[in-house]
């Protein structure tokens, strides 16, 4: 299937991904770690079958000095050792917070209390704003077919002035 829609060169979109890069950047500049960005995007984006945001989370991850192996083990976090208590409550919340329709409840009251004994204010809420911004990523991206493999890590350093 090819891509239906190139989001990057329509004038409307590329202005919504302008305004879209700059709250992506509110949440880059948080104290939330830049790890934990990464592995929560990249759990959402497995979820909702994004292969253009997982294409571009895992290279970033890569490019920021990420572990290979801990990316490979993400989709099956709960069976591995390589993540800290931290990092597993905030992919708790990734998957529930991006299976809402699932869940029933959205995310739960224990991975919430997780959520908070492991994490600041402020980095709840730009884990609460990182997890919708996902999700909206994913969607746009599924949505229009935009395939993975061919980003290159830093492509939209610039586009969030």
Known sequence: MDTRFDLFSNELSLKFNKRFANA??????SPLPASTQELVSLRASQINGCGWCIDFHV???????????????VAAWRESTV???AEQAA?????????LADAG???????????????DDDQVAAL??????????????????QKGGSYQAGKFADMAH
């Open 105 to 119: 409840q959205g995310v739960s009251d224990e991975t919430w209390e997780l959520v908070r004994k492991h994490y």
């Open 24 to 29: 992506a950047l509110v949440i880059q500049q």
């Open 83 to 85: 993540f800290t208590e």
């Open 128 to 145: 609460v704003c990182l997890v919708a911004l996902i999700n909206a990523a994913n969607r746009m991206a599924v949505i229009v077919h």
């Open 59 to 73: 290279k970033e991850a890569v490019a920021a000095g990420e572990d290979p192996i801990r990316l490979h083990l």
């Open 91 to 99: 992919l708790a919340f990734a998957e529930e917070g991006t299976r």
